[in-house]
């Protein structure tokens, strides 16, 4: 089973500033890697797959980027609604689809 | 418009059985797998189980192996859980996710709002 993850657990950050998460895996995924936003009582919701393309809809300031075993997401510029908890999933090696544990971004 | 709509969560006693149900509209259900994912209580996203879109395919989770059954009815544009032998530890909102295509592996790119099971004596 391919283990990933997310550091830091929790992010605090001002609106307006840059937010970097990461995220590892426990061996290489390659590109085979998605990130969701979930908002509390709110379904996840998928920003980035395949490791740096956007989904439809979501916005330039987000953006993901690496390959193998190290991957990062990032908010250019961080807006209100952008605070949330991010998860990374692996789908190159399954079953099982894996998860990382999560970062919390929050309001500095 | 995509629309994913779980309903059949609640109550249960451990070694009880219930059967979640996933109505799909806004696009064509027998192209996509779907998965059904899992969200303890304050914790994390675990995936449970995939079917592919003929639903000749199912795949599981160790932890549900045995217990779960994944199926869908393509005529009615539904996707199930049927859930056995339910334990505490499977208390959980458990969402469905659709694949944005006919392969089985990969992320998701929509998810239903969720049912919550609890599973508590």
């Known amino acids: 089973e391919i283990v990933m993850t997310q550091s830091p657990a929790t992010l605090s950050v001002s609106p307006g500033e840059r937010a970097t998460l990461s995220c590892r895996a426990s061996q290489s995924v390659s590109n085979n890697l998605a990130w969701y936003q979930q908002k509390p009582g709110q379904a996840p919701r998928l920003l980035i797959y395949g490791a740096s393309i956007r989904a439809t809809g979501i916005p330039a300031r987000f953006s993901g980027s690496g390959s193998g075993t190290e991957f990062t997401l990032t908010i250019s510029i961080l807006q209100s609604e952008d605070f949330a908890v991010y998860y990374c999933q692996q789908y190159k090696n399954w079953p099982p689809l894996t998860f990382g544990g999560g970062t919390k971004v929050e309001i500095k | 418009e995509v629309q994913l709509l779980e309903s059949g969560g609640g109550l249960v006693q451990p070694g009880g059985s219930l059967r979640l149900s996933c109505v799909a509209s806004?696009?064509?259900?027998?192209?996509?797998?779907m998965s059904w994912v899992r969200q303890a209580p304050g914790k994390g996203l675990e995936w449970v189980s995939t079917i592919s879109g003929s639903g000749g395919s199912t795949y599981y989770a160790e932890s549900v192996k045995g217990r779960f059954t994944i199926s869908r009815d393509n005529s009615e544009n539904t996707l199930y859980l049927q859930m056995n032998s339910l334990r505490a530890e499977d208390t959980a909102v458990y969402y469905c996710a659709k694949r944005p295509g006919i392969t089985v592996a990969g992320h998701w790119d929509f998810w239903g709002q969720g049912t919550l099971v609890t599973v508590s004596s």
């Open positions: 806004g696009f064509t259900f027998s192209n996509s797998a």
